[in-house]
């Protein structure tokens, strides 16, 4: 079973930045935190990942915490193609999928 | 980024039909692949786990006799859902695994929609 907590749902305004948030309060000290996004009726897209520091790439910031059980990914500058379906997960050796955030970006 | 390919994207078969779905990584050699299915409105649930060469790991309650998967190479697996029935209808979706460094790096179909007439 997924063991992270993400909310159901979030809106954002388009430009804004959007910031979803993730529990993993069970992580262990050696796995990752990744991060996906499924746009409809796609396979899922990989966005980012960290273990404990802040990561930056082209599509998105990852914060974690400091005691890493939780962290937040944001979407700098949010567009309507950036609406979707956001996974948060453990990396456990293999990726388990929960119920994501749907992120709504509205004009 | 890694690009992985899916055969057929979508496919409609009678049942009691046997249907096969093949996933290729382009432009890397995966030394793991996953299969996932996905049910309208639900999560992605993965069914199995395999290495070139090797058998196939199924998840718990995945029908390992309905779901045949064959991890020839490197590039290259298959999934066959034999005799199928109307309540296999999913988004069959698979992924590939490769160690870049000390991280691994997991890549997704675009998946094939199967529907079961």
């Known amino acids: ?107 | 980024g890694a690009v992985v390919s899916q055969h057929p994207s979508r496919v409609i078969c009678k049942s009691g039909t046997s249907v096969k779905i093949e996933c290729r990584s382009l432009d890397f050699q995966a030394t793991t692949m996953f299969w996932y299915r996905q049910f309208p409105k639900q999560s992605l649930m993965l069914m199995a786990t395999s290495n070139e060469g090797s058998k196939a790991t199924y998840e718990q309650g995945v029908e390992k006799d309905k779901f045949l998967i064959n991890h020839a190479s490197l590039t290259l697996s298959t999934l066959t859902v034999t005799s199928a029935h109307p309540e296999d209808s999913s988004f069959y979706i698979c992924s590939a695994r490769r160690l870049a460094g000390r991280v691994h790096e997991q890549y997704f179909g675009p998946g094939t929609r199967l529907t079961v007439t």
């Open chain 1, 1 to 107: 079973d997924a063991k992270t907590t993400q909310p159901t749902s979030m809106d954002c305004a388009e430009g804004r930045a959007a910031n979803l948030p993730c529990n993993h309060s069970t992580i262990s000290g050696n796995e990752y935190v990744y991060w996906y996004r499924q746009i409809h009726s796609q396979g899922p897209q990989y966005i980012i990942h960290g273990l404990k520091n802040n990561e930056t790439n082209e599509m998105a910031s990852l914060i974690i915490t400091e005691d890493r059980k939780s962290s937040t990914l944001i979407l700098p500058h949010a567009t309507l193609r950036d609406t979707a379906v956001y996974y948060c997960i453990e990396y456990t050796g293999k990726l388990i999928f929960g119920q994501g955030t749907t992120l709504q970006v509205k004009p």
